[in-house]
């Protein structure tokens, strides 16, 4: 069965430093594979995906993540937080076919410190 | 653009009583999903439709109802509330199928936040 891992509850880092939120997935077969944005008392945003081809992605806000097919890892990163990063990102997997039924991991609260 | 609306946004409910949430997509959208959120958990699927007049449940369907009589319109119906329901339910939409543009990928509505006391 499908499953995403999101190892860190929560993240804490200072403003201007670099962030790295780590995601593992389990798969069947090739994934696509998303990274969403989840503010306080906001809907999920979609902040970048990777479908095939080129392994780094680029998202909105500066974020970026690289595929990683042998070690099943999708991480997002960014070079240099803001304040207003702070929310909660889930890494999700799904199949191209049949309703983009994405199975999402626990979720990563990142919390920035100025 | 509206996207996908959920209302209520807040509910509270008694054990026992009945109620249901309405999401609205003007995108077209054929494919529309319930999800459940709570702490630790992620987003867990509860139904979904892949059009007009189907439904199809998800990973936690137990306990809840929906139904998709208009194409923009999914509606998510909890029969006898259960305190377990207590969540943040977000309703979201899709077109079928994922291509490389993106274009199609899920639209979520803001959230509405149960709680069964």
């Known amino acids: 069965a499908q499953s995403v891992t999101q190892p860190d509850i929560h993240i804490t880092v200072s403003e201007g430093a670099s962030l790295e939120l780590r995601c593992n997935y389990s798969?069947?077969?090739?994934?696509?594979l998303f990274w969403y944005v989840q503010s306080p008392g906001q809907g999920l945003q979609l902040l970048l995906k990777?479908?095939?081809?080129?392994?780094l992605v680029q998202g909105i806000k500066g974020f970026e993540a690289e595929f990683k097919r042998s070690q099943s890892s999708f991480n997002l990163r960014k070079p240099s937080v803001h304040w207003s990063d702070a929310a909660e990102y889930f890494c999700?997997?799904?199949?191209?076919?049949?309703?983009?039924?994405?199975?999402f991991g626990a979720g990563t609260i990142l919390r920035v410190k100025s | 653009n509206a996207g996908v609306t959920q209302t209520p946004k807040f509910r509270v409910l008694k054990t026992g009583q009945s109620m249901t949430l309405l999401c609205a997509q003007d995108?077209?959208?054929?494919?529309m999903y319930w999800y459940r959120q709570d702490p630790g958990m992620g987003l867990r699927l509860i139904h979904y439709?892949?059009?007009?007049?189907?439904?199809a449940k998800g990973e936690v369907p137990d306990g809840y109802n929906v139904s998709r009589l208009k194409k923009q319109n999914f509606l998510l119906g909890l029969e006898s509330a259960a305190p377990s329901q207590t969540s943040v339910y977000f309703c979201?939409?899709?077109?079928?199928?994922?291509?490389?543009?993106?274009?199609?990928?899920?639209?979520f509505g803001a959230g509405s936040r149960l709680t069964v006391l």
């Open positions: 979201a939409s899709s077109y079928p199928v994922l291509v490389p543009s993106g274009a199609n990928v899920l639209t």
């Open positions: 798969y069947g077969a090739t994934p696509y």
């Open positions: 990777y479908f095939s081809g080129d392994t």
């Open positions: 999700a997997v799904g199949p191209m076919e049949y309703g983009n039924k994405l199975v």
């Open positions: 995108m077209n959208h054929e494919y």
């Open positions: 439709s892949v059009g007009e007049g189907t439904t």
